[in-house]
């Protein structure tokens, strides 16, 4: 596969308390490597990744891994706008990394306006829980996704348990509600790019079902 090429680019933002994680699995995913101790992130760090979500339909990801801290916020937070994407993570060990995963979603929803960024909630260090030290049940984590509208995995970066999952699964979602209008492409906003805006258009033209409202008037920054 020649990753110069690709369709689309999303760029995916990170987000959740510090500590929790987020840096090790972009880390793990993105290189496949796990190290015990990473230094902590300064404002934001970038990644690129590139996955084929169908048969010859290559999707380049741009990572944005933030800072938890709340003094970086100001920072983090001008990059909010120009995702189409987030992992939410929490530290299945830590409470109250879980209980501030409401103020993330709601600080970010409040900020992408107009757009549209879809969500995947992650639990990770899923492997302390055979330790007993898990603080949060995985039927309360999936109450809260299921009450915010997204799904819900539990992932280890450090024995690769679910890492490559989660990012596909938001990558698939994501290029679904491309597929489906509920994400909007608009010219000045970098969320998603696209090489082939008129394949796009095709390409849900075939997908409409009979009496569903179909918009054409989507425009793509190519």
Known sequence: M???LWQ??????MLGDSTVGKSSLLK???EDLFLETLNQTVGVDFYVHFLEVEPGIRVKLQFWDTAGQERFRSVTRSYYRNSVGGLLVFDMTSRDSFDHIIDWHAEVRERVQPHTVLFVLVGQKSDRDAHGERAVSREEAEKLAGQLGMPYV???AKTGENVR???ELLTRRI???LLSGEVELQEGWDGVKCTAPQSLQLKRASMSQPGSPH????????
């Open 165 to 167: 999952e989660s990012f």
């Open 215 to 222: 918009k054409d008037n989507k425009k793509c920054c190519g």
């Open 2 to 4: 020649d990753l110069t």
């Open 175 to 177: 290029y679904q509600g």
């Open 8 to 13: 689309y680019q999303f760029r995916i933002i």
């Open 154 to 156: 539990e992932a280890s």
């Open 28 to 30: 793990r995913y993105t």
